[in-house]
């Protein structure tokens, strides 16, 4: 099993839709987690940290679920800018693991 | 600018030859590390410092790479021989803590003709 496991996407989707992003991970003992934003050629960007008690930054949603080891993001009133790829990533002592990423192609 | 800085931003090299890379972390920051990453994949880890100690090395380093943070800050990254394979972008990030988010350089893109 991977250590941290996403949808394989991509993920095409309309203007305005919602989208989710789904995330497995495979170590129990994993302290932290987050969303990174890749753009196609450009270094991953942090989107969000992924807290117990869920957050929220504007239309991004952010779950994380312990006891099932299950990390998700949700995208609501998505717009053409927010076509990338997203990466699950979870850390574990010092060490820092991604998953493949899930790309998203919004639709004008 | 305080970021992550990385350099060259792009590199073409003929097989066979050696190459260096250069990562300027954040300078509070005494974790680095490096991971490479190729077309469609996430980020695959290669190495990291906790200030100039190397503490841990993916088996993807072959011994043909070799990385030292000399003196805890600036870290380079060394390939020798370059083979085709070797075609990717290498990222550089640095943390504070082991369990805070890392902030990536803007890569170092590696072309072997």
């Known amino acids: 099993r991977k250590e941290v496991e996403q949808d394989p996407g991509p993920f095409n989707v309309p203007e305005g839709a919602t989208v989710a992003f789904n995330c497995t991970y495979s170590?129990?003992?994993?302290?932290?987690f987050f969303w990174y934003r890749q753009d196609c050629r450009k270094e991953p960007k942090l989107l969000m940290s992924?807290?117990?008690s869920g957050n929220e930054d504007g239309r991004f949603t952010a779950q994380l679920n312990r006891a099932s080891q299950y990390i998700s993001l949700l995208i609501r009133d998505s717009k053409l800018s927010d076509s990338a790829t997203y990466l699950c990533?979870?850390?574990?002592?010092?060490?820092?693991?991604f998953g493949k990423g899930t790309r998203l192609h919004i639709l004008p | 600018d305080t970021g992550v800085s990385q350099d060259p931003r792009h590199k073409i090299t003929k097989r066979g030859q050696n190459v260096t890379f250069r990562c300027d972390p954040i300078?509070?920051?005494?974790?680095l590390y490096w991971y490479r990453q190729t077309l469609g994949q996430g980020p695959e880890f290669l190495t990291y410092?906790?200030?100039?100690?190397?503490?841990?090395k993916s088996r993807l380093l072959s011994d043909r790479f070799s990385a030292e943070r000399p003196k805890g800050s600036f870290s380079t990254l060394e390939i020798q021989r370059t083979e085709q394979g070797d075609s990717a972008m290498y990222l550089c990030?640095?943390?504070?803590?082991?369990?805070?988010?890392?902030?990536f350089g803007q890569g170092t893109r590696l072309t072997v003709v």
């Open positions: 300078s509070e920051h005494n974790r």
């Open positions: 990533v979870v850390r574990l002592d010092d060490k820092i693991i």
């Open positions: 170590n129990s003992a994993s302290q932290s």
């Open positions: 990030a640095s943390s504070l803590l082991p369990y805070s988010e890392a902030f």
């Open positions: 992924v807290y117990s």
């Open positions: 410092f906790q200030n100039e100690a190397q503490l841990e």
